[in-house]
């Protein structure tokens, strides 16, 4: 089964996370220093926050899968549709170890598709836009974020 993922940059953490918790009548199911996260099933999506020093806003949205299967299978869909993919194995991000694909739609949205397989203790700090932006895609620059 899938999952939509939104990320968004946020200013205030802690008013932010006041915010969404009351919108979604939940606690967040991480929260750090910098980043909490709420994993919810209904509606059912991985919603993120972060204050990362970049502008607040979406940052990029996405699907996470909870197979390694169902995320191979969103690659395959996406490099059919012409799209060009970065593709990163074993990475850390978000407080998490995951596998993910990235790609730049036609108006230049960033979408990650990915499959989380574990914990991590740090943020991390790959910068997948910048790679994907390397490969010919139009993404827009990166600020010193792993999702981003």
Same mark, same amino acid.
């Given at each position: ?6 990320? !968004? ?7 932010? !996370?006041?915010?969404?918790? =009351? ?13 909490? @996260? ?10 993120? !926050? ?32 012409? &799209?060009?993919?970065?593709?990163? &194995?074993? =990475? =850390?991000?978000?407080?998490? @170890? ?13 979408? &990650? ?13 790959? &910068? ?6 390397? =490969? ?13």
């Amino acid at each position: 089964m899938q999952r939509l993922h939104l990320h !968004i940059a946020v200013d205030d953490l802690d008013r932010s !996370i006041g915010f969404y918790s =009351t919108l979604f009548g939940a606690q967040p199911a991480v929260v750090k220093d910098d980043y909490a @996260k709420w994993m919810l099933e209904d509606p059912r999506v991985n919603l993120a !926050i972060s204050k990362r020093g970049r502008a607040a806003g979406i940052d990029h949205v996405g699907i996470q899968t909870d197979t390694a299967l169902e995320l191979s299978d969103l690659a395959v869909r996406l490099k059919s549709a012409g &799209e060009t993919t970065f593709d990163q &194995e074993a =990475t =850390t991000c978000c407080y998490a @170890k995951s596998d993910k694909s990235w790609v730049v739609d036609p108006s230049g949205v960033r979408w &990650e598709t990915f499959h989380t397989h574990g914990e991590a203790t740090t943020y991390g700090e790959s &910068e997948p836009a910048a790679l994907l932006a390397a =490969t010919g895609a139009a993404a827009p620059a990166p600020q010193a974020a792993c999702c981003g």
